[in-house]
Every structure is written in structure tokens, then in C-alpha cells.
């Protein structure tokens, strides 16, 4: 049956296990909010969610946000009247930045690290320490279109040697990689160290909800001062439900999810690769092909819409890539269509390259 028959191959959503989560599905709700912020009540459900998704992650504690965008910009306002010095991570994703530059408006020095450099990491912490003030590391657990996570173990040990804290935000990471999909405290054995994960569910859990989990002192001290939990509108109860949900489908089958999704990817880079197209990610379920030098980006971007194909135009480093997200519900006969079209529109990019070479000579 032709793609257009069948509607496009969608390989633009980061619903990384497939979960999607109907009105039908859910859990009964009496109002969608209560009309009240959660330092005053929490919202029915959300206590016992924060506490699964804290065991999850390996921590002691957890509260729940509306959003990573609430989480790090009242968090950092919290950390922003320590005596920290922010140390980031080049790879940080934007949101997580938007928060730390609250911190630097008040009062808190930044300097960026490269990512994964541990020894720039040291050096930094170690002079801002001789300063008298401590290192708040902010890095992702993992950004897409890498071959690996950094060395968040290592960052961790260079927060604890300088009473210092290792902020993550684990959106990606978080249902997807560690044990059971605990994300990356788990999966790096930091989850005891001082350390704070702040992540949304919106990928592979596909709830639009943010937690923060660590320490139980820090978050009962963030509960305690959070603007976000006085002053902003709390997750409403449909997207707790949700949530609950979605812990449910994980405890179940959702190491099964992950297997397939692996197999996804590997059959991915597998056809890719055959058409001699190597992938970036790794075994990441984002996967990126580079165009020829010289490739018109958006004509190869219509040509995979035209075929039935979706798929993320981007630039990096200054060269032209097209971007799959792959999951758990892409059957393998989707992904095998969606190299194969990949395939004949990099070879047409290239033969057009060499029509424009030949021009100029």
C-alpha cells in the first residue's frame, strides 16, 4: 500500500516507547484543576507519583512541575542565593540555560566547560573554590546526536570533592536509558552523590510533566521556597493520571518497549549504513544523516515529505542533516521505507552536487 494511502511515516515525535495517552484511557477526574496553587494543596495523585518516579530514578525524593521550563527557572532561583559558581556544560540543552541565566542576574559567575571535558571541569572548580565558592555543574544526561553521555559520574565526584552539586536535566535520558528506563542517575550509579535531576516526561513517557528528584533535604527545601508552586497553576489532574498511566505501562511491559525500540534503531543504522550512509546517535533512538557538501537542504527535505516520509531538516557544525526519531510503535517494515527513501534522496543531493561541480569546470 503506497505511502499515501496509509498517510506519511511520521519521524519527527519524540515519543520515544510509543505511549500516548487518550481521555479514555485515563483515570476519572472530577475537575481538570482545583483552582488552588500546590503550596497550598497538591493536586490529587501527584504525591504518589513523584514518590514512584523518585524510586524510579534511584533518589529519595521527587515533586512534580507543569514544566522543565517552571523546574529550572525556580530552581536556579533557589540555588542563585548560594555561593555557587556555575560551571556548564557546552552540550547544555536551552531551557535548562534559561534557568541558569536567572542565576547569573542574581549574582552567580558562569563559565562553560566543553562537553565531556572533566579536566577543564576540575580546573574550574578547583579556582572557583579557592574562591570561596562551590561548583553547581549543569549538564545534560544526554544530547541527542552524541555518541555517548558525558562522564556525569566523574562530573558528580568533581561536585563532591568541592561541596559542590551536579544539576541534570534528563529529559532524554529519563524512561529510556538506566534500569527499567530510570535514566541516568541509575544508569551512572550517581543517584547518591549531590546530585539533582530535573526531567520532563513528555518523550518517553509522553506526559507533558516535569519532575525533580535528589536529595530529599533539596526537595523539600525547593518545595518549601518555589515561586512556581505558589504563584504559577500546578500540573493539572488529566496529566497526573497520565503520568500514574505511564509508570503503570513502564512497570509492565516497558522494558519490552526499550527492546524494541533498540532493534528500531539498529535496523536503522543497519539499512543506513548498507546504503553507505553512516548514522550519528549512536543507540540513541535520534538519528542523523549529513547531505553532501553543497546539498539544498529543503529540496531534500520536500523530497522525503513528497515520498511519505517525515523527517527533521536541521544544520549542525555548518552542514545539512536529516534527522529521524525513531519508536517503539514504528513497525520494521516503516523503518526499512523510511531508509530506503532516505537513500534515493541522498543519492539524488549527490548527483546534483556532481552536476554543479561539472558546471563549474
Not at 483515570?27 to 524510586?55: F, H, I, M, N, Y
Not at 562537553?115 to 580546573?123: F, Q
Amino acid at each position: 500500500m503506497s505511502a499515501a494511502a496509509t498517510g506519511p511515516l511520521d519521524f519527527t515525535s519524540a515519543l520515544y516507547l510509543g505511549l500516548r495517552h487518550p481521555g479514555c484511557a485515563l483515570d476519572g477526574w472530577d475537575a481538570l484543576t482545583l483552582g488552588k496553587p500546590a503550596a497550598l494543596q497538591d493536586v490529587p495523585g501527584a504525591r504518589e507519583v513523584a514518590a514512584a518516579l523518585a524510586r524510579l530514578q534511584g533518589c529519595a525524593a521527587a515533586t512534580l512541575l507543569p514544566s522543565t521550563l517552571h523546574l529550572f527557572w525556580d530552581l536556579f532561583g533557589m540555588l542563585g542565593r548560594e555561593r555557587f559558581a556555575l560551571l556548564v556544560d557546552g552540550a547544555a540543552y536551552p531551557v535548562a540555560r534559561w534557568g541558569a541565566e536567572r542565576a547569573t542576574g542574581l549574582g552567580l559567575p558562569l563559565r562553560t566547560f566543553g562537553h565531556g571535558d572533566v579536566a577543564g571541569l576540575e580546573r574550574l572548580a578547583l579556582a572557583w573554590h579557592d574562591s570561596g565558592r562551590r561548583p553547581l555543574i549543569l549538564a545534560d544526561g544526554y544530547s541527542p546526536g552524541a555518541a555517548q553521555a558525558p562522564p556525569l559520574a566523574a562530573y558528580a565526584a568533581v561536585a563532591q570533592r568541592h561541596g559542590g552539586l551536579l544539576l541534570l536535566d534528563d529529559t532524554q535520558a529519563l524512561g529510556l536509558l538506566g534500569r527499567h528506563g530510570g535514566g541516568s542517575a541509575r544508569r551512572h550509579g550517581i543517584a547518591g552523590m549531590p546530585v539533582l535531576v530535573g526531567a520532563s516526561l513528555a518523550k518517553a513517557f509522553g506526559v507533558p510533566l516535569a519532575v525533580l528528584a535528589g536529595g530529599a533535604a533539596w526537595v523539600r527545601r525547593f518545595e518549601r521556597v518555589s515561586d512556581t508552586r505558589l504563584h504559577a497553576s500546578p500540573p493539572s489532574q488529566a496529566v497526573v493520571a497520565a503520568a500514574r498511566r505511564a509508570l503503570r505501562i513502564n512497570a509492565v511491559c516497558g522494558d519490552a518497549l526499550r527492546r524494541t525500540l533498540a532493534q528500531r534503531v539498529a535496523q536503522f543504522r543497519a539499512a543506513a549504513q548498507g546504503a553507505g550512509l553512516p548514522c550519528d546517535g549512536g543507540a540513541f533512538p535520534v538519528q542523523s544523516v549529513t547531505l553532501p557538501a553543497g546539498a539544498d537542504l529543503a529540496a531534500a527535505h520536500a523530497a522525503l515529505c513528497h515520498a511519505g516520509v517525515l523527517a527533521l531538516p536541521q544544520y549542525r557544525a555548518g552542514r545539512a542533516r536529516l534527522t529521524f526519531l525513531l519508536r517503539a510503535d514504528h513497525a520494521p517494515t516503516d523503518v526499512a521505507r523510511a531508509a530506503q527513501v532516505l537513500a534515493r534522496v541522498v543519492t539524488r543531493a549527490k548527483v546534483h552536487e556532481l552536476k554543479e561541480l561539472r558546471e563549474l569546470t
